[in-house]
């Protein structure tokens, strides 16, 4: 007879949920949902070894755990960092979380152009969510911005290295669903940057799921670079016979005009179901595909909403009444901005 596995109590926000050991806090935190989820930009729960690398979902650990109830002396990165049984952790209602999430949003817009405008990404970039909910009016630095032209890295994606947060995800894919590795990170530090090994060109079968993983506009897809803003745009789910992949898609329609297809994404904005090139690429006649119905896209994003305004829902799921008084505090700093 199997050993039942003790689970770890962990409150988060003053919420609380029990867990397998070895769950990340950000993993726990899903778990809950609402707006106690840290913001993760990095942390990809369908690739090995993903996080650590933009402190994004940085949250206080007010209680180590129920047998060493110290705090942690420093604000940790929620998606390496483990639950403990009786942990606490605050996110939302953690002022020195917010004022560290500020921070690094400013540190990971030091050499981002403000490009939005005309990047592809815009309305479904993590980066400028992030910008909108943490970001901080002007800048404080003043020297020379790293910049590097636009490069086109094989026939169907474009790398806008400008726009990288260096947050590896595209490497990882690469790396873990296809079987010849030709890209990575080159050099270290501010001259780091996303290249192609002695200029091979990202060829693979499975190679356009880069596009939906990377977090902002720094890899986008060729064949449909400038054909629309993406909030003009109608998502459906729609499926077709694919010999390499599942062949479930969501189609970005312009009328009866398919303007993109990208693999369908959780409300974490994490593929659901790797797609090929094929499908992705090649497939833009309505011929190919049996369509299903509207897709809900359910992340909190321009995207989702159609329009730059705070979601009707921001207290779902805040029963706090602690993360309610910030979440307020946060609307009323916003709003005396304005
Ligand atoms: S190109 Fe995109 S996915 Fe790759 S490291 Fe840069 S930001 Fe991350
Ligand atoms: S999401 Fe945790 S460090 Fe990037």
Known sequence: MSEEIKKFKVTIDGQTTEVLPGTSILEAARQIGGKSVPPAMCYYSKLETSGGRCRTCLVEVSKGSEADPRPMPKLVASCRTGVMDGMEVKNLTSEKAQEG???????????????????????????????????????????????????????????????????????????????????????????????????????????????????????????????????????????????????????????????????????????????????RFERKDPKYWSIEGPRHIDRHSVISLNHYEKPKDYYRQLDNPDAIEIAKKDEEKIENNN
């Open 101 to 279: 999430r500020k921070a690094v949003t400013e540190f990971l817009l030091i050499n981002h152009p403000l490009d939005c405008p005309i990047c592809d990404q815009a309305g479904e970039c993590h980066l400028q969510d992030l910008g909108y909910e943490h970001g901080v009016e002007g800048t404080r630095t003043e020297f020379e911005r790293n910049t590097y032209d636009a490069d086109d890295i094989g026939p169907y994606i474009k790398l806008n290295m400008n726009r990288c947060i260096l947050c590896a995800r595209c490497v990882l894919a690469a790396n873990q669903l296809t079987e010849k590795r030709e890209h990575g990170i080159l050099f270290r530090g501010d001259h780091a940057e996303i290249s192609t090994y002695l200029n091979k060109a990202l060829d693979n079968d499975f190679i356009g799921n880069v596009i939906d993983v990377c977090p902002v506009g720094a890899l986008t897809d060729r064949t449909a670079r400038f054909a629309s803003r993406v909030w003009f745009t109608k998502p459906v789910n729609a499926t077709c016979k694919c010999e390499k992949c599942s062949g479930k898609a969501v189609l970005w329609m312009k009328g009866d005009e398919i303007v993109r297809v990208t693999a369908r994404k959780d409300q974490y904005d994490e593929v659901q179901d790797w797609i090929c090139n094929e499908c």
